[in-house]
């Protein structure tokens, strides 16, 4: 049986090629993908390894202070323990696990570890740099280093923390420190008071390297130090790293563990724990298993996606094959060949083709992922690249090969050795067994559309929690539409050939509808990689047309400033603690007025708000503190003296005695009133208290939360919180500019307030939306090489079946130009029927997932505004693409067709 299994594989080789290519790209890819899936884990994996690089145990100590001992006596253990752990025998070193954070005059900060060591070190020097070797020399970050603007050689100048911490000596009596700016200024007293204990302490580095960007992305914003460095730094001993003599560490573990139970009350649920490297990282990796498992789930959709549309062109491939070689089964039966000889022997065919396409597949995928892999940075090392490969991988992936090439050829094997020599030999015959086989699609199909599309509906009607309905509906009414599509396909490209006036097309059109199981296989095919890709591309228009539309309606402006605390600016660290106290509007008012003139914006004003104490309805007890009320009419921004609306849409006035509220709080604040009113209470800046019962209202489209009326304000005492800036930027095609701006605005106010901006939001949204339809498409790419290479095929063997028809066409005068422009017409309208019903299978399927997931109430916290959008250019670009593919790929074909001569059609 081998031996005629390779002389039919010798004289038919030809035929298959084109489905070694479809397995071994499917293959590829499948390869790639889990290779991909594996360096994502992997590095994971290394960052943990590399966060605890040179660490032998991780202490994290629990609960070591007696009921109501003071956290002064607390500090004090933890330095006494830190410092016995120090003194054990086997102990090399300890240091703070936190990464150590320093301050330069100017705010900028760097983080820095201990220098592991030998093939440990991550941070690789750049040409010219060195390790640090000494106390007081550093080995920057790249991106530390850029941020610095340092080079090598340079000195600088931080401080890092206090010796002791005040607030464990110090603690605040009632009253103080019930801000930021309280806190800061009794941090800035004992500074003064005391700086031996409570002074930053000064500290000066030598660049003596600058890491490359390559290795200072696996170390994310880490500098190294040298070990001696990290002693001097006693400011957390909650946690904090040992390093120990080689072979020492259980015992060491052990020591630490005995050392601290004592202090540890019995029964505590936080005792103190000692973990070695390989327990530390085993533990976080633990935290990402959930999103390995999303991850590597995602990945393998789309050679999963590729496989389906292998599995469509092989079969289609081993119909027409097969059924070339009827004559030649017909006399394999005459001559006493049985049928299961024949499935034996067609199937080991099958098994071969499936082997050699695995193998192909397997090899290719490995080979492009490893450039791959580096170029994304998920491996930095041939070690860290071979260990995203197993066996399993391999094996799995050539079992899978096999299968999908049994899996598309059992087919075609079983209904061809169901026919007699006599069969064999009608061509009528053919027509009658195809014309059953394929009255089995439509009506498998129209089962799958009358469960899908109640389950669909059900899906989107029952919102979000029921998205699973809506995801498999939606499937089953999208692939029992394709099945219906590609069936119909052929009778349809037949009659618009016979409406056509040149006889080329007449006859094309009837070459189509006499062989419908290739066009049907190419126009499912092509439909199926379209639709996902215009799915995609619509998903992603809507997201971005619903958050600018959600956007424009709620925020009132491109920019707002608030501030951190209702009544008080932070203080810079030099500011003496017995500085006169400033009105809290009145500074607020003088920081922010520097914007207000800002020739980047071109419109500005400041929002009067208010400090309010919610009060239960049921007792005079404060329910609530520091509650901010915004009145502002947004519509009037500050522009040259006058008035400038804003480029959204005007909001509405608040009404008098009416709180707004968005709408994910307003049950909470209902919560909290008597017949329909809420309790405030106001204390104003001369001490007088006020009280109101106001109406609680969810806001309005265009209205900030917590927004009241002018005159509401005025009856609680009027303002008395820092206001709230609000500003318009200057319209401009570049928004990057805009988001460069505001970048730099937010490093200027990040003290003291908070910066909001759509702009901000909207470049995030779009920069992550554009990566993900990027990459999604490019994934998608695969499927649509894969029926382009099944259209080439398809007609590859068509030609070759026709050769006698070609010759008898040129011999009645059809000439070899004639004959190229039918067969590129078939190529032609077969790829504009398939990706026309992929767009309309890829719409339909967006709509109902958006709906599923009820974009109005998912985003926007529940005042979303769903624009449901088809991006027109994109999808046309993408239909062009795939028809001038599709005419591409039958080019070679054509030559082929036009090559007949007269004599071929009497051979």
């Not at 502002?632 to 849409?649: C, I, W, Y």
Request: glycine share 8%; proline share 4%; with cysteine.
């Amino acid at each position: 049986m081998w031996r005629l299994t390779i002389e039919n594989l010798k004289t038919h080789w030809g035929r298959y090629v084109a489905s070694i290519i479809t397995i071994m790209l499917a293959t590829a890819f499948a390869m790639g993908t889990l290779m991909f899936g594996a360096g994502i884990a992997n590095s994971f994996q290394w960052k943990e390894e590399n966060r605890v690089a040179g660490v032998d145990l991780k202490v994290e100590v629990g609960d070591i202070g007696a009921e109501g001992e003071s956290g002064a006596k607390v500090f004090d253990r933890q330095l006494e323990l830190a410092q016995k752990v120090r003194d054990m025998p086997d102990v090399e070193a300890i240091w703070s696990a936190d990464p150590e954070i320093f301050k330069n005059d100017k705010g900028d900060i760097i983080s820095t570890a201990v220098l592991p060591g030998g093939d440990k070190n991550v941070l690789v020097p750049q040409e010219g740099g060195t390790y640090p070797t000494e106390p007081g020399q550093i080995l920057l970050n790249y991106t530390e280093a850029k941020d610095l603007k340092a080079k090598v050689g340079d000195e600088l100048k931080f401080t890092g923390p206090s010796k002791r911490f005040w607030l464990d000596d110090h603690p605040p009596q009632d009253g103080e420190g019930d801000s930021a700016a309280e806190f800061q200024k009794l941090a800035n007293k004992w500074a003064q008071q005391d700086p031996e204990n409570y002074a930053r302490i000064p500290y000066t580095y030598k660049v003596v390297g600058i890491a490359t960007e390559r290795s200072s992305k696996q170390l994310t914003g880490t500098s190294y130090i040298t070990l001696a460095d990290s002693q001097k730094y006693n400011d957390n001993w909650f946690v904090y790293y040992v390093k120990v003599k080689p072979g020492t560490e259980e015992k060491v573990k052990s020591e630490i563990q005995n050392l601290y139970q004592p202090f540890n009350p019995k029964d505590t649920n936080s005792p103190t724990s000692v973990k070695t490297q390989s327990e530390v990282v085993d533990i976080e990796m633990g935290r990402y298993q959930g999103a390995q498992l999303i991850i590597s789930a995602m990945f393998l959709i789309f050679p999963a996606i590729a496989m389906i549309v292998a599995i469509i062109i092989v079969s289609s491939t081993f119909r027409v094959v097969q059924g070339e070689r009827r004559k030649e089964i017909a006399l394999m039966r005459c001559i006493g060949a049985s049928k299961q000889q024949l499935k034996r022997t067609l199937v080991a065919e099958q098994l071969v083709v499936g082997a050699v396409s695995a193998l192909l597949g397997i090899v290719l995928g490995i080979a492009v992922s490893i450039p791959a892999l580096w170029y994304f940075e998920l491996a930095g090392s041939w070690k860290q690249i071979a260990s995203t490969i197993s066996w399993w991988m391999i094996v799995a992936l050539f079992i899978l090969g096999l299968l999908i090439t049994l899996f598309a050829g059992i087919g075609p094997a079983r209904a061809l050795q169901k026919i007699s020599p006599i069969q064999a030999l009608s061509l009528g015959a053919e027509e009658e067994t195809s014309l059953k086989r394929r009255l089995r699609m439509p009506i498998g199909a129209a089962i799958m559309i009358l469960v899908g599309v109640p389950t669909a509906i059900y899906g989107i009607n029952a919102g979000i929690e029921k998205f699973g309905f809506t995801v498999l509906g939606t499937a089953l009414g999208v692939l029992g539409t394709l099945m219906i599509g590609s069936f119909l396909a052929p009778n349809l490209i037949g009659t618009i050939g016979k409406l056509g006036q040149r006889s080329t097309t007449q006859i094309a059109g009837q070459n189509v509808r006499q062989n419908p199981g290739r066009t049907s296989a190419t126009v499912a095919a092509l439909a199926l990689s379209v639709g996902l890709v215009t799915m995609m591309m619509v998903g992603a228009a809507t997201v971005r047309g619903s958050v600018d539309a959600t956007l424009d309606r709620a925020v009132g402006a491109d920019v707002t400033l608030t501030s951190f605390s209702d009544t008080d600016l932070v203080p810079e660290d030099s500011v003496p603690a017995d500085a006169p106290k400033q009105n809290p509007v009145e500074a607020g008012t003088k920081a922010l007025e520097k914007y207000l003139k800002d020739p980047h914006f071109v419109a500005t004003n400041l929002v009067p708000r208010i400090k309010v104490n919610l009060v239960n309805p049921d007792s005079s007890e404060v329910k609530s503190e520091d509650w901010n009320e915004d009145d502002f009419d947004r519509a009037a921004l500050q522009e040259n003296g006058g008035v400038a609306k804003l480029t959204n849409s005007e909001p509405p006035q608040a009404e008098d005695n009416v709180l707004y509220v968005i709408g994910a709080n307003e049950g909470y604040y209902r919560d909290l009133t008597k017949d329909g009113k809420l309790v405030l209470k106001s204390i104003d800046l001369q001490g007088k208290k006020h009280t109101l019962e106001v109406r609680v209202q969810e806001i309005k489209p265009g209205m900030a939360s917590n927004t009241i009326s002018k005159a509401t304000m005025e009856s609680l005492g009027g303002p008395n919180a820092i206001p709230q800036f609000v500003g318009n930027l200057k319209p401009t095609d570049d928004q990057q500019e805009q988001v460069d701006y505001l970048k730099e605005l937010q490093n200027d106010v990040e003290r003291n307030f908070a910066l909001k901006s759509p702009i901000m939001v909207k470049a995030q949204i779009y920069e992550a939306v554009d990566i993900m339809l990027l990459s999604v498409t490019a994934l998608l790419s695969v499927s649509v090489l894969v029926a382009m290479i099944g259209v080439a095929n398809t007609l590859i063997l068509s030609v070759s079946a026709r050769k006698r028809e070609f010759g008898l066409l040129r011999a009645l005068g059809m000439t070899s130009g004639q004959t190229k422009g039918m067969v590129l017409w078939e190529a032609l309208v077969s790829g504009i029927c398939g990706a026309l019903l992929g767009v309309i299978l890829g719409v339909v399927a967006a709509y109902a997932g958006i709906k599923g997931l009820n974009f109005s109430r998912t985003i926007g916290d529940g005042l979303g505004t769903e624009v449901f959008t088809i991006p027109w250019l994109q999808i046309l670009g993408a239909l062009a693409v795939v028809v001038v593919a599709a005419t591409i790929a039958a080019l070679i074909p054509a030559r082929r067709a036009g090559k007949a001569t007269p004599i071929q059609a009497l051979a």
